[in-house]
């Protein structure tokens, strides 16, 4: 319990002195807002599965299709397959029970076939710049690398052709860009999922994921980023506020 007290009371100490200082890496507000990012493009000979790397090899094997009769990506695939949430969808905005929360930007991207080529997921790797919230194990500080993953993205075939595929509620991030991030842990292949994302932006926050179905209506594959409708400082205190307050109610 003491040693709990201890990390969640030097996160605070340490955001709040964040709050009251100039953002590191914040930049300002963009003139319009981000654009909805089915993934990253990546060549077809990169996205192919590796069984030579353990770790690659269980992180494709997370996004295998059992049904045998789906066949293998290609190219005579549909170009663009969009997945649209259930009639019941509903995401937490702030799902704190089962998350690491932190800020990271995103240094690199890749599209991935999963290891029976039947589906494509992406891969990120940011740099933790700020912890709001982290469990023992791994025990995440700031200056870490590490690798998230969300299904979907974009393969370039030989012949040009780049196949889509892309969870409609789910905007994946960028490289260069700076996010506010749910993640959850999988030990069997040491990365993250995304539990539900934020696009910082100085004066501007955007959602990078829907929480609700009526969101969802009329889906266009071209679309803009929802505004959160307060700056990033005003989003990292209410972050902090919610996850403190959640302590405070759980013990």
Partial sequence: MK?????????????AGLLRSPLRGQVSSKSSPPMYNAGPVTDYNLALPNSGDVIQFRRGERYNIPDTSVAELGENSEARLWTLPSSHFKKDPMPFASSDVVVGTVSAAQTHFSNDRRDIYSEFKITIQDVVKT????????????DIQRPGGAVRLPSGKVLTRAVYANSMPQIGGRYLLFLKYDPSAEDYAVLMGYELDGDEVYRLDEVRVEDTYNPQPVRSLRREGISESQSLARTM??????EKGGS
């Fill in 241 to 246: 506020s919610a996850f403190l307050a959640q």
């Fill in 3 to 15: 040693k709990s007290l201890f990390i969640v009371t030097f996160m605070f100490v340490g955001l």
């Fill in 135 to 146: 469990s023992a194990n791994p025990y995440l500080r700031v200056g870490n690398s590490v």
